[in-house]
């Protein structure tokens, strides 16, 4: 099965750098991830955590949108098709968007299989923080406004799959 993201990457063996169009990335196990969520999940409460990985993942959602509207010129909708399908590129689970509606500031993310709730284990509320602030970060981008970004549903609660509704303030 290809994979743009795979296929494009490059390797500096002297710095230990990999770049995805000269973008930095890492690979990380899920499991680091995990032990650490919980880790100050334990010291300072999830809903801080929460909090605290949703503002992680606006900067990476921010910084995307801006440059794939400002280097590479595409629409509100060509931005949303590419995370969409660089976010499961890049193994961050199968993402599909149920609704996008720039009009009305709403956008509605499902992602199935999300690593970050496949190994955190039951919980009673959603865990992939990450995700919800990088889906924030990159609709602040289009909508032009600050948003809201909600997991309605989460594997790690028992759902089908993880789903994200971000909307405009
Ligand atoms: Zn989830």
Redesign the pocket.
């Known amino acids: 099965m290809s994979n743009s993201i795979l296929e494009n990457l490059t390797y500096d063996p002297d710095q230990g750098r990999i770049a995805f169009k000269d973008v930095r990335y890492l690979l990380i196990r899920p499991e680091t991830l995990r032990d650490f969520q919980k880790a100050v999940e334990a010291e300072l409460g999830r809903e801080k955590v929460a909090e605290m990985m949703l503002q992680g993942g606006l900067t990476g959602g921010r910084l995307s949108s801006k440059r794939y509207r400002e280097v590479f010129g595409y629409s509100d909708q060509q931005i949303v098709e590419f995370m969409v399908k660089m976010g499961s590129e890049i193994g961050w689970g199968k993402f599909s968007v149920e609704k996008f509606d720039p009009a009305k500031g709403e956008l509605v993310v499902q992602?199935a299989s999300?690593p970050?709730?496949a190994v955190y284990g039951q919980s009673d509320t959603?865990?992939?923080h990450l995700?919800r602030g990088v889906l924030a970060g990159l609709a602040e981008g289009i909508f032009g406004r600050a948003v809201t970004s909600t997991?309605t549903?989460?594997?790690?609660?028992g759902?089908a799959h993880?789903r994200f509704a971000i909307r405009a303030a």
């Open positions: 992602v999300s970050f709730a959603g865990v992939c995700i997991e549903h989460c594997l790690a609660k759902d993880c």
